[in-house]
């Protein structure tokens, strides 16, 4: 007689839940290292977001308006960390770095992303919240659902992160570190090492205040209580006006506020015509002094070239006049542009700018002025 023997079946392969983690870690991973990354090339950017946010802060919570504003002096320093931290732990993820310690981290990061992407949405405060620098602009609502997304990401990573194994690459963080902080160090320093806002070298201002194509709209109307869209708007009196859409948003002008001017005149096409070097001057009072000879000096040697230097500043007149006096550049005219823009032209105080013709042709941080004989030489360029 035989006695059949069954075998239990044994189980082959990868969990599909554990594949979804792996999944998710990778997807978590690549896009804290890409926003990092983004933001680490221009954290001056993520420094005035953060200004922002906590001048907002300070208005809408009245009883924490000092705290708030007293974090305004280290915005610099916690813009270069939290970038960092973004590279950091979206590296160490990915290398499963102690993976425990660092889901919790990235998920304590993320929460701190979400608040601030909400109140943004929901209170239409601080409407582009620099989650990706320059590089790819998001609504508000947009930037909150992408921490949404990220935030039920990491829980589940969390979920199974007694599954995940750590691994010996500690040599691969550290190294990330060191580069990632060096970075940050190096834009500060000088400029964006890839600068994409639309004052960069090689674009041309007047164009950029142009729509790159006609601008065309649909117009919503309502009658009856029904809303209708149509293309161009009906010559039937009986539908009412509702709203009016932009079809082709990305038609859109790229600089909509560049505007220079004195008490006198608007000098905003002028500053398209011939050669013009700009010294930027933000503000007088945490201006880099020590700078200011060699902008003295470059002034100096343009004297007598096709070159025009002006001051560029947002500081009032008794401020800019009393700096001229001060740093001996009283023969250089100073003209008047919004604080805001300013700060997207430059991101040092000061700085250099030069246009030819409307284009800029050169871009410098105070601590790489240029001599009177490099800037002579990109304009006949």
């Known amino acids: 007689m035989n006695i059949a023997t069954t075998q239990p079946k044994v189980k082959t392969g990868t969990p599909p839940m554990l594949i979804a983690a792996r999944i998710a870690r990778i997807l978590v991973g690549i896009v804290f290292i890409f926003s990092g990354l983004i933001k680490l090339n221009d954290p001056v950017g993520t420094q005035i977001k953060f200004e922002e946010y906590f001048e907002v802060f300070a ?11 007293g974090l305004v002096p280290f915005t610099l320093v916690m813009s270069v960390l939290f970038c960092a931290a973004e590279v950091i732990l979206g590296v160490a993820l990915l290398a499963s770095y102690k993976p425990k310690v660092t889901v919790w981290l990235l998920f304590f990061l993320i929460i ?11 209170f239409n405060r601080v409407t582009d ?33 007694n ?14 570190i060191v580069f990632t902080l060096g970075l940050g160090m ?29 601008l065309r709209y649909k117009y919503l109307m309502e009658k009856n209580g029904d809303v209708t869209e149509f293309d161009k708007y009906p ?41 013009k070097l700009f010294i930027i001057i933000k503000n007088t ?70 246009l030819k013709n409307g284009v800029v042709r050169g871009k410098w941080h105070y601590n790489s002025t240029p001599d009177a004989a490099e800037v002579k030489q990109l304009v006949i360029e």
């Open 129 to 161: 919240c620099g989650c990706f620098g320059d590089a790819i602009k998001l609504k508000p609502w947009t930037s909150f659902g992408k921490d949404v997304v990220l935030t039920v990401l990491i829980l589940f990573i969390m979920g199974h992160r």
């Open 163 to 176: 599954r995940l194994r750590s691994r010996n690459t500690g040599w691969l963080v550290a190294l990330t």
């Open 59 to 69: 208005q809408d919570v009245p009883f924490l308006h000092d705290f708030f504003m």
């Open 235 to 275: 010559t039937d009196p009986s539908y009412k006006f509702k709203e009016m859409v932009l079809v082709n948003e990305k038609a859109k002008p790229k600089i909509t506020d560049y505007r220079v001017w004195n008490d006198e005149s608007d000098f905003t096409q002028q500053t398209f015509e011939g050669e």
């Open 285 to 354: 009072k945490d201006i880099d002094a020590g700078s200011l000879p060699a902008i003295r000096a470059l002034v100096e040697g343009l004297k007598g070239s096709a070159v025009s230097p002006f001051i560029l500043t947002s500081t009032s007149d008794d401020e800019i006049k009393a700096f001229r006096k001060e740093f001996q550049l009283e023969n250089v005219p100073y003209y008047k542009a919004d604080a805001t823009v300013l700060k997207t032209i430059m991101r040092s105080n000061p700085g250099t700018w030069l």
């Open 186 to 214: 190096y834009a500060v320093q000088f400029l964006p090492p890839i600068d994409m806002l639309p004052y960069a070298v090689g674009k041309s201002i007047p164009d950029q205040m142009k729509p790159s194509e006609p």
């Open 112 to 122: 701190f992303f979400t608040f601030l992407t909400f109140y943004s949405a929901y």
